[in-house]
């Protein structure tokens, strides 16, 4: 299909509105939007930090039972990051954990989540989740490298995203240059545009 559709919402079924707006705006997310109609009609609209997609929730919204959504994900570049900067918000979060079967980062009460990180410290493979207070469950997820073909552009969603890409090839074209007997590269402009476009797009990185 040649079209795009770019999701840029997803509805969070809640039975509290003005809760659900308390607990959302609490994590530091960005309120977009909060109309109420003579109807009885309300949509509010958060989006989480650096995301390109919003949710939104509100009275008359959804026929879905409040805290149905579950297993939404929040990909984040540092797991252990995330989860300390959300339990410091007063989140309830799970401690850090890797699937121990396939699937168990979605059945929290199968007894198959393993302590910790993912073991070989791949990307896709280490999750921590919380509920909002109607149990809508949302699970972070850390990406670091991304599968080949899933991004085509190197686009970044907020200039913390940008300043953290930019340190992440700083940091990688030091050993470029240790790795070439430590002598300065001119070049390097073009280094740092090669290595993030390939480590967004999930291309091999340059040495």
């Known amino acids: 299909m040649s079209t795009d559709l770019k999701l840029e919402a997803v509805v969070v079924p809640v039975a509290d509105v003005d809760r659900a707006k308390t607990f959302y ?3 530091g997310w960005r309120l977009d939007a909060d109309f109420a109609f ?3 009609f309300r949509i509010v609209q958060f989006t989480p930090p650096g995301s390109p997609a919003s949710v939104q929730f509100g009275t008359a919204v959804t026929t879905a039972a409040p805290g149905s959504a579950q297993g939404l994900y929040l990909v984040v570049d540092d797991i252990e990051a995330a989860r300390a ?3 410091k918000l007063g989140v309830e979060i799970s401690e850090v954990f890797h699937p121990g079967a396939p ?3 979605f059945a929290p009460g199968a007894g198959n989540r ?6 070989n410290g791949g990307s896709y493979g280490s999750f921590a989740t919380f509920q909002d207070p109607d149990g809508n469950t949302w699970l972070l997820q850390e990406v ?6 899933r991004v085509t552009e190197a686009t970044y969603a907020s200039a913390d995203d940008l ?3 930019l340190q992440r090839a700083a940091t990688a074209h030091g050993e470029h240059e240790k790795r070439h007997g430590g002598e300065y590269d001119e070049q390097w402009p073009a280094w740092y ?3 993030m476009v390939a480590e967004r797009t999930g291309q091999e990185l340059p040495e």
């Open 25 to 27: 705006s609490g994590l």
């Open 38 to 40: 003579d109807n009885g």
């Open 85 to 87: 900067e959300l339990s």
């Open 103 to 105: 699937g168990a980062q």
């Open 114 to 119: 393993a302590d910790g990180r993912d073991e």
């Open 144 to 149: 670091t490298t991304r599968l080949p073909g």
């Open 163 to 165: 300043a953290q890409a």
């Open 193 to 195: 545009a090669t290595y």
